[in-house]
C-alpha cells in the first residue's frame, strides 16, 4: 500500500521536476515572457492611472481603478498560465516528439494531472507574484482593508476548475495534431471576453452574461475583488468559493475522463504518431 | 539460440489474427480521374487493403480517405527469453506491429497478450512489463540524458538516485562521456541520442523489450556494443526481446527467430537457419538478405519507397 503510493507520487513528481527542468532550460524564453507581461500588466494599470484624464472627471478614484485593474490583470496571468500549462502538456510532447513514450509509460492520467497542476500552480504563483510586486511598486496603492487570507483560498479553489478546463482543452492537440495547439487559444479568449477581466459583467451584452455565469473566472475575479477591496463589496468574498468549489469537483473529473476517452480514440486511429 | 519449438516452453507474447486498418487522405478527385495514381501503390481503393484484399463490408473509408490495412490477420508467439526479429521493407507494417505490442495502438480484430496479460484489457499492468527504443530517439531537446533518463525512470517507479546510477553505469558502457550526461541532448549526435534512447529502456528492466530499428544510426562499433548489451539483457536480466531491423547481419546475429513481414502479412517465420534451408540450392549457402529477397520478391528498402512515397508515414 505504501510502497503503491510512493510509485504514485514519485510518477506525478516526475512531471514537476521536468517541467521545471524545461522552464530552468528555456530560461531565456522565461525571461521574455516575463517582461512582457510586466508591460502588459503596466499598461492595462496605467489606464487606470489615466482615467481622470482621459475623461475629464476629477471626482474619479484613481486608486480604486487601479487597483480594480490590477487585480483584473494579476487574477488573469494567474489563470491564464495554470490553463495553458494544463492544455499545453500534450502540445509540448507532440512538438518534442516524445508523447508516444509518456504514454507507453505506466502512469494513470490522474497522477499525470496531479503533477502538471502542482507544477502549474507553484510556477502561475510565482510568476504572478513577481509580476505582481514590480506591477504594484509603480502606484502608491493600499491593502490595509483586504482579506488576503479569503483571496488566496478563492485563488485556489479558482484555480482547480480552471485546471479542469484546462485538461478538457488539452484534448484538442491529442485529437487535432496539427491544428489542436492553436484551438485552444479559442477557449482561452472566451474566458477573457466573458468573464469580467477588466471591467464588470454587468456592462457585457444580456447573452454573453449568461456565457459569464459558467466561467470560473467570473467567481474568482469577483471574489478577489470583494476581498481585495472591502468597501465597494457587495457579497461576503467566501460566498465565491462554493460555485468554484463545485465547477472544480466537477470540471477536474470531467476533464479527466474526457482526456482518457479522447486517447482511446487516437490509439484506436493512430494518431498519437503525428507530431504535428 | 533457444530451443524455442519446446512445447513447454512459456509464451512471453502471443500475437493472434491481429489486424489494423487506419484512414488515410485520399489523392485528389482529378488524379484518381486521370488514373494518375500508381496501380502498384501502397494506397488501396476503398474498402480494399493495401494488399488486396477485402475488407468486411462494414468497415468503409471515411469521406475522403481510403482504408489502408498495416497489419493483416497477424499470428505468432514469442517465448520467454527470445530474440524474435521482425523483418520487411519499409510500409511493410513493422513499426504498426510494433506500436501495437506496446499499447499505442488498439487493434481493429485480433488480440494480443504479454505474458497471459491483454494488451487492452490489462493495459496498465502490461505497460508495466514493456519498453520500447524506436528508430527516433524521442527527447526532450534541451534537457540533458540525466534529466530525461530521470523523468523516464520515475514513470516507472524506479527513484531518481537509482535511475541516476544506473544510467550513469549504462551509458558508460554504451560509450557516452561522462560530460555529456548533463549538457543538452540537442548537442549530441545521433548516435548518441540512440544510446541515450535504449539506455532509457534498459534502465526499466523491462520483461518484454520492443527495439524498433534501434541501430539505425549508429556506427558499425556501436552497433556490436548495443547487441551485446541486448544479448546481456536476456541473459541476465531474463528478459525477452522483439526487434525489427534492417539490417541482415543483425538479424542473423541476434534473432533465435525471425517473422518476415510483407504487406501486413507474415511472408515466413523460422530460425534464421531455417528460413536459410528453405533456398537453399546447389551447395550455396544463402545470406539472409537472398531470403529476404526470394521470399517477398522484393528489396529490403525499395527505390519507390524512397521517390515516390514515403509509406512509414502513413502505415506506421
Do not use: A, N, P
Given at each position: 500500500m505504501i510502497k503503491g503510493i510512493q510509485l504514485e507520487m514519485r510518477q506525478s513528481y516526475a512531471f514537476v521536476a521536468r517541467n521545471f527542468n524545461l522552464v530552468k532550460r528555456y530560461w531565456g524564453w522565461e525571461v521574455v515572457w516575463l517582461a512582457y507581461s510586466i508591460a502588459n500588466s503596466l499598461s492595462v494599470t496605467f489606464i487606470g492611472a489615466g482615467a481622470a484624464e482621459i475623461t475629464g472627471e476629477t471626482q474619479i478614484d484613481t486608486n480604486f481603478l487601479i487597483t480594480y485593474l490590477l487585480i483584473g490583470t494579476l487574477v488573469w496571468r494567474f489563470l491564464a498560465s495554470i490553463f495553458n500549462n494544463i492544455s499545453e502538456m500534450i502540445a509540448w510532447e507532440r512538438w518534442e516528439g516524445t508523447i508516444e513514450y509518456t504514454f507507453m509509460a505506466p502512469v494513470h492520467r490522474f497522477n499525470q494531472m496531479i503533477g502538471q497542476t502542482i507544477f502549474a500552480i507553484v510556477y502561475s504563483l510565482l510568476f504572478t507574484v513577481i509580476i505582481g510586486v514590480v506591477v504594484a511598486g509603480f502606484f502608491d496603492l493600499s491593502f490595509a482593508d483586504a482579506d488576503l487570507a479569503a483571496a488566496t483560498v478563492i485563488l485556489l479553489v479558482g484555480s482547480l476548475s480552471f485546471v479542469g478546463i484546462g485538461v478538457v482543452a488539452s484534448i484538442l492537440p491529442l485529437l487535432y495534431p496539427e491544428r489542436g495547439a492553436q484551438m485552444t487559444n479559442i477557449v482561452q479568449a472566451f474566458f477573457l471576453l466573458v468573464s469580467g477581466i477588466y471591467y464588470p459583467v454587468s456592462v457585457l451584452p444580456g447573452w454573453l452574461q449568461v456565457l459569464a455565469k459558467i466561467s470560473p473566472a467570473t467567481y474568482v475575479l469577483e471574489g478577489m475583488r470583494a476581498a481585495l477591496l472591502p468597501n465597494t463589496a457587495t457579497a461576503d468574498p467566501l460566498s465565491y468559493v462554493w460555485p468554484l468549489l463545485i465547477m472544480g469537483l466537477i470540471m477536474l473529473p470531467l476533464g479527466i475522463y474526457l482526456f482518457q476517452r479522447a486517447e482511446k480514440y487516437t490509439k484506436r486511429t493512430g494518431k498519437l504518431k503525428r507530431n504535428g | 539460440m533457444l530451443e524455442y519449438s519446446t512445447p513447454t516452453q512459456e509464451a512471453a507474447l502471443v500475437v493472434e489474427h491481429v489486424v489494423k486498418r487506419f484512414n488515410v487522405a485520399a489523392d485528389p478527385w482529378w488524379r484518381r480521374w486521370a488514373g494518375s495514381h500508381k496501380a502498384t501503390s501502397n494506397h488501396a481503393a476503398n474498402g480494399q487493403s493495401a494488399n488486396g484484399h477485402d475488407t468486411p463490408p462494414r468497415l468503409k473509408a471515411r469521406r475522403g480517405k481510403e482504408l489502408v490495412t498495416a497489419v493483416s490477420d497477424v499470428s505468432f508467439s514469442v517465448y520467454r527469453r527470445e530474440i524474435f526479429g521482425v523483418l520487411g521493407p519499409n510500409g511493410s507494417g513493422k513499426s504498426t506491429l510494433i506500436r501495437l505490442l506496446s499499447t499505442l495502438l488498439l487493434p481493429d480484430e485480433g488480440a494480443i497478450t504479454v505474458f497471459g496479460l491483454d494488451v487492452e484489457r490489462d493495459e496498465m499492468a502490461v505497460k508495466r512489463l514493456i519498453n520500447r527504443v524506436s528508430v527516433e530517439a524521442a527527447f526532450f531537446k534541451k534537457l540533458s540524458p540525466k534529466e530525461n533518463l530521470l523523468y523516464g525512470a520515475r514513470l516507472y517507479g524506479v527513484s531518481g538516485k537509482e535511475a541516476d546510477r544506473k544510467a550513469r553505469e549504462i551509458l558508460g558502457r554504451l560509450g557516452l562521456r561522462e560530460s555529456s550526461y548533463t549538457s543538452p541532448m540537442e548537442d549530441m549526435s545521433r548516435g548518441m541520442q540512440q544510446k541515450v534512447a535504449i539506455a532509457r529502456a534498459f534502465l526499466t528492466q523491462p520483461v518484454l523489450l520492443l527495439l524498433d530499428e534501434p541501430t539505425t544510426g549508429l556506427d558499425p562499433r556501436s552497433k556490436l556494443e548495443v547487441q551485446a548489451f541486448v544479448n546481456e539483457l536476456r541473459d541476465t536480466h531474463d528478459a525477452t526481446i522483439v526487434i525489427t531491423t534492417h539490417d541482415m547481419n543483425e538479424a542473423d546475429a541476434l534473432c533465435d527467430r525471425i517473422a518476415i513481414l510483407d504487406d501486413g502479412r507474415i511472408a515466413a517465420l523460422d530460425t534464421p537457419e531455417g528460413l536459410k534451408r528453405r533456398i537453399r540450392r546447389n551447395g550455396h549457402e544463402p545470406t539472409l538478405e537472398e531470403v529476404f529477397m526470394a521470399l517477398?520478391?522484393?528489396?529490403?528498402?525499395?527505390?519507390d519507397d524512397v521517390t515516390d512515397f514515403e509509406p512509414e508515414k502513413v502505415l506506421s
Open positions: - | 517477398t520478391g522484393k528489396e529490403l528498402v525499395e527505390k
